[in-house]
């Protein structure tokens, strides 16, 4: 087969003449593969402060005993039960913003996918900043407050954790800086999510959720006898569905939803009772408009959070997995 000379087309080869004014075909909708769900934000409690460390009280009951006493009872002469003096904690908060400069020229022409650039990167810049909330969150990261020349900084989830841990051979946690020396990694068994699940319970907590990476959740999946039945009825007679996941573990001490998340450190899974850990907001995200300085427009997206942490007592982690 052949081209004949002279050949009026769309292509570049031999003997075609290549044509111009062609309709560009650019579709009218951006894609965008990038995870925006944030699992421990999103399943936490929410509270306001008022101030950049924000302090709060925690206390607890006394051990159960065995409590008899005579009739009438002189409890002058008996003594008087001693009172125990509250826990006063406090996390920093920390400021998150992202920034953006577009041309007048660019808001102003005809685009594929968005009427403002502005608007659609102000949208996209809101969505970066609370991943990035999210990943500091699930961190290993000291308290610090700012000296001027270094930001301010919010006690992460990991370093809160200390009562209720499983880990490897070496692991710490520096009770004076909060800092983790990680220990030797293994592989995560039932025995180690159970452990913690009751120790978190014993403690008083009411665990309901444990995040893990995505090697540690298809783990879960494989290997936990405690997942709930992994089926689902299907009706009539088209085809049915196969469930290889676990999202639900039922422990001797509830059903914890299994949630991985993106943002954590894939060696660990934490077991979390939501009720004790809030987000603590001083300013809520919001667009700010920069001052104009030329032919741009200028925006930024800012907040300003802490991470509270009511009773760490009611939380678990296991620590030092295998991620492969």
């Known amino acids: 087969m052949s081209v004949k000379a002279n050949t009026f087309g769309v292509g ?19 894609y965008n593969i990038a995870p925006t769900e944030t699992p421990f934000m999103s399943n936490i409690g929410r509270t306001k402060c008022s101030a950049t460390t924000h302090e709060w009280q925690t206390d607890s009951l006394a051990t159960a005993a065995v409590n008899q006493n005579l009739e009438g009872e002189d409890y002058d002469s008996a003594g008087l039960d001693a009172s125990v003096v509250t826990t006063r904690l406090s996390n920093y908060t920390t400021i998150s913003a992202k920034t953006l400069i577009i041309s007048g020229t660019h808001e102003s022409v005809l685009k594929a996918g968005r009427k403002s650039e502005i608007a659609y990167q102000v949208a996209k810049k809101g969505k970066e900043l609370k991943r990035d909330i999210e990943f500091s969150l699930c961190q290993v990261q000291a308290p610090f407050a700012s000296t001027g020349t270094t930001t301010r900084k919010t006690r992460a989830l990991e370093s809160w954790v200390s009562s209720n841990v499983s880990s490897g051979t070496s692991y710490a946690l520096n009770g004076s800086t909060y800092v983790i020396t990680d220990g030797t990694q293994r592989d995560l068994t039932e025995a180690m999510a159970k452990s913690a ?12 959720m444990m995040l893990c990476g995505a090697v540690n959740k298809q783990n879960i999946s494989s290997q936990f006898s405690g997942i709930a039945t992994m089926y689902r009825e299907q009706s009539g007679t088209g085809p049915g569905t196969i469930i290889g996941a676990a999202d639900i573990y039922v422990s001797d001490f509830g059903n914890l939803e299994i949630v991985p998340n993106r943002f954590q450190r894939a060696r660990d899974a934490f077991v979390l009772d939501p009720e004790l850990c809030s987000v603590a907001t001083l300013r809520p ?10 032919d741009a427009e200028k925006r930024m997206v800012l907040c300003e959070v802490g991470l509270k942490v009511d009773q760490e007592a009611g939380l678990g982690l296991v620590a030092d997995l295998s991620t492969s």
């Not at 570049?12 to 951006?30: C, F, P, Q, W």
């Not at 699940?197 to 309901?208: K, N, R, V, Y």
């Not at 995200?285 to 030329?294: F, H």
């Open 12 to 30: 570049s080869a031999t003997n075609i003449t290549t044509a111009v004014g062609g309709r560009e075909d650019l579709t009218d909708v951006i």
């Open 197 to 208: 699940i009751q120790s978190a319970w014993t403690s008083g907590g009411d665990p309901e």
């Open 285 to 294: 995200m919001k667009q700010v408009k920069l001052a104009k300085t030329g």
